[in-house]
């Protein structure tokens, strides 16, 4: 079956004029391509009080038609569905974990994403923009290259037993860095593949001395399992800080970032705050911890809608 098409004006118009000559309606569908039932309502709809079909008047009662086909707003303000969109946005969160988190609570009264991103597309919901509120700002998705393979491994993500390929206990992370622009520094990013419960220490240079550093920092009072890190020559001392934390430093393929992807996926996520060329000298590390408390406290899909915090502080 065909997908319905409206009438174009080209169409009416030369419906008007087989009408005039007499011509069958059956005859007038075949000529158009259209079924008969399709013509008949088209007449039906857009003739005159007196009968007469015209594609002047056809034209204008369409057009008239379509100006009051507007979809109503399912979002309207000083509505409770309103306020908790308006609330969970403020907070970063998703339109698609807020119209999850809502639609558990109100089977009968649910609401899509799409009605949430349109929403605040369209302005209707007050401070609430794209580029201040979406993860990507609105923009289309864009990869980063990952960096050639500069040390020399000696576990490697092939390696990696069952316990954590399958995400099934706490402590096994995934490191990585965010750079912002040159000599402006940057963060050391640490992810809990259990829990994706997230670590960021500010740093001032990319140097393996600082990345050490900043490892033994972020996992003051934590024990890791395991650790793994993509191949940039910033982790050179590995083999160091793997000793010191007593645990196995794993490293994944070159030009993989998927094999970290729960890393990749929380740099994204902080780069709402950190864009790119960000100079990262102006900002703290309270500064940091405030937008990583936002991502540890939102829930997660992925988490059964717990947040990253309650899992990996088992409350």
């Known amino acids: 079956m065909k997908p319905y098409t409206h009438f174009t004006p080209e169409e009416r118009v030369c419906l008007e004029v087989m009408r005039k000559k007499g011509i069958k309606i059956s005859e007038i569908a075949k000529s158009l391509k259209r079924d008969r039932s399709s013509v008949y309502r088209e007449i039906k709809r857009n003739q005159s009080q007196t009968g007469e079909y015209t594609a002047v008047n056809a034209i204008y009662l369409y057009k008239s038609r379509r100006k009051r086909s507007v979809r109503r707003a399912r979002i309207k303000p000083d509505s409770n569905i309103y306020r908790f969109i308006r609330k969970r946005l403020k907070k970063y969160w998703s339109p698609e974990l807020i119209s999850e988190k809502w639609n558990k609570k109100h089977v009968n009264n649910r609401i899509a994403f799409a009605t949430i991103y349109r929403a605040v597309k369209n302005g209707t919901i007050n401070g609430i923009t794209p580029g201040n509120n979406f993860r990507r700002r609105g923009k289309p998705v864009t990869r980063d290259r990952s960096r050639f393979n500069t040390i020399q491994p000696e576990h490697t993500i092939h ?58 920092q972020a996992f003051k009072g934590i024990h890791p399992k395991s650790l793994t890190l993509d191949n940039g020559s910033e982790f050179a001392l590995f083999r160091e800080f793997e000793k010191e934390l007593d645990t196995t430093v794993y490293f994944a393929d070159p030009h993989s970032p998927w094999q970290r992807g729960s890393n990749e996926n929380m740099n994204g996520l902080l780069r709402f705050w950190f864009p790119k060329s960000f100079d990262f000298r102006t900002v703290s590390q309270a500064d940091v911890d405030y937008a990583v408390d936002l991502i540890n406290s939102r829930p997660r899909a992925c988490l059964n809608y717990r947040s990253p915090k309650q899992i990996f502080c088992r409350t």
């Open 159 to 216: 390696e990696w037993p069952e316990e954590i390929k399958q995400r099934i206990r706490l402590g096994d992370w995934e490191g990585d860095t965010l750079r912002g622009s040159p000599g402006k520094g940057g963060l050391l990013t640490l992810v809990d593949r259990r829990s994706r419960y997230l670590i960021a220490v500010l740093i001032q240079s990319y140097s393996s001395k600082s990345l050490k550093a900043a490892l033994l």
